[in-house]
């Protein structure tokens, strides 16, 4: 679930509430049924922005995508059996073994070694073909020993099959830390699924936030490109949003259909509108209506 479960039973026609119906994310449930295991995030710094962090930032996050604890393995309230199991499995489970099954609440941690694997090394092939400085391997392996540890492992085994290209690893915790003191000093990030949405989103925000956010759920076959901003429904008829996410989105899209010119053109027109600043939406400190900046987009074009 992408949301509390009142909130989503809210959202739902007047036919369809109250009647058991459970949520769940859209983009989440097609990641899984597609196998669109590579979530990728660029982030990178427009020359212009004035809600740069720093100018010249240039990172590229891999998120794993359809595990973790955006899995969907959850229970709330949890089975008695669930906890039975549990107490007989697991003695730091003990703790929470007098808490009423109705208080208490599970979702699972489920990493696989193919899932790290195959993550890894869609980072590792990107830094290759793209000439990328580093690799960096987000995870948080001294207390979350079993599945990150799984994680970092897998990724160090597939960072062997690439020995040109440098690779280190951080603690999601110090990562955050470390991306806002010195941004340079990143390049390609991989991480496990939680961890990749937190710093990709922070990396978002020091290259001028969502509104220039993008993202590819990219599989073997097939692949979904949306900016990670998601619908905004509070600013519906406002007729305001930035859409340069959506719009770099679709540059995305052409790059993985391989219409590599027609992408290059797509972010050098982007480019282009934000070095001059004659048109900005409300997030860029402007005026201009979303339908405004599409259009000084595409006349660059």
Same mark, same amino acid.
């Given at each position: 679930? %992408?949301?509390?479960?009142? %909130?989503?039973?809210? !959202?739902?026609?007047?036919?369809?509430?109250?009647?058991?119906?459970?949520?769940?994310?859209?983009?989440? $449930?097609?990641?899984?049924?597609?196998?669109?295991?590579?979530?990728?995030?660029?982030?990178?710094?427009?020359?212009?922005?004035?809600?740069?962090y720093?100018?010249?930032?240039?990172?590229?996050?891999?998120?794993?995508?359809?595990?973790?604890?955006?899995?969907?393995?959850?229970?709330?309230?949890?089975?008695?059996?669930?906890?039975?199991?549990?107490?007989?499995?697991?003695?730091?489970?003990s703790?929470?073994?007098?808490?009423?099954?109705?208080?208490?609440?599970i979702?699972?941690?489920?990493?696989?070694?193919?899932?790290?694997?195959?993550?890894?090394?869609a980072a590792?092939?990107?830094?290759?073909?793209?000439?990328?400085?580093?690799?960096?391997?987000?995870?948080?392996?001294?207390?979350?020993?079993?599945t990150? =540890?799984?994680?970092?492992?897998?990724?160090?085994?597939i960072?062997? !099959?690439?020995?040109?290209?440098?690779?280190?690893?951080?603690?999601?915790?110090?990562?955050?830390?470390?991306?806002?003191?010195?941004?340079?000093?990143?390049?390609?990030?991989?991480?496990?699924?939680?961890?990749?949405?937190?710093? %990709?989103?922070?990396?978002?925000?020091?290259?001028?936030?969502?509104?220039?956010?993008?993202?590819?759920?990219? =599989?073997?076959?097939?692949?979904?490109?949306?900016?990670?901003? =998601?619908?905004?429904?509070?600013?519906?008829?406002?007729?305001k949003?930035?859409?340069i996410?959506?719009?770099?989105?679709?540059?995305?899209?052409?790059?993985?259909?391989?219409?590599?010119?027609?992408?290059?053109?797509?972010?050098?027109?982007?480019? !282009?509108?934000?070095? !001059?600043?004659?048109? $900005?939406?409300?997030?860029?400190?402007?005026?201009?209506?979303?339908?405004?900046?599409?259009?000084?987009?595409?006349?660059?074009?």
């Amino acid at each position: 679930p %992408s949301k509390p479960a009142k %909130s989503a039973a809210a !959202e739902l026609a007047p036919e369809l509430q109250n009647r058991g119906l459970t949520y769940r994310s859209p983009i989440v $449930r097609m990641r899984q049924l597609f196998d669109l295991y590579i979530c990728l995030r660029p982030c990178k710094a427009f020359p212009g922005n004035p809600l740069n962090y720093k100018e010249g930032i240039d990172l590229v996050v891999f998120r794993e995508n359809t595990e973790d604890l955006y899995a969907g393995v959850e229970f709330a309230p949890v089975p008695a059996d669930l906890a039975a199991t549990l107490s007989t499995l697991s003695k730091p489970f003990s703790a929470f073994a007098q808490v009423p099954l109705d208080q208490l609440a599970i979702s699972c941690k489920i990493n696989t070694r193919s899932g790290s694997e195959r993550i890894a090394r869609a980072a590792f092939e990107f830094a290759r073909k793209h000439r990328r400085k580093k690799v960096t391997i987000i995870h948080k392996a001294n207390v979350v020993r079993a599945t990150d =540890g799984l994680f970092l492992e897998a990724a160090r085994a597939i960072a062997r !099959e690439f020995p040109e290209i440098p690779v280190d690893d951080a603690n999601i915790d110090a990562m955050t830390m470390w991306l806002l003191k010195n941004p340079f000093n990143y390049d390609v990030l991989v991480a496990p699924n939680l961890y990749g949405d937190i710093v %990709s989103d922070l990396c978002a925000q020091m290259v001028g936030g969502l509104g220039f956010g993008c993202s590819g759920n990219i =599989g073997s076959r097939l692949a979904v490109f949306e900016p990670t901003h =998601g619908s905004a429904p509070k600013y519906a008829g406002q007729y305001k949003v930035n859409p340069i996410a959506t719009i770099l989105a679709a540059k995305m899209m052409l790059d993985w259909l391989g219409e590599t010119q027609k992408a290059g053109a797509i972010e050098q027109a982007v480019a !282009e509108v934000i070095r !001059e600043g004659k048109v $900005r939406t409300y997030d860029l400190g402007g005026t201009n209506t979303t339908l405004e900046m599409a259009q000084a987009i595409a006349a660059k074009l």
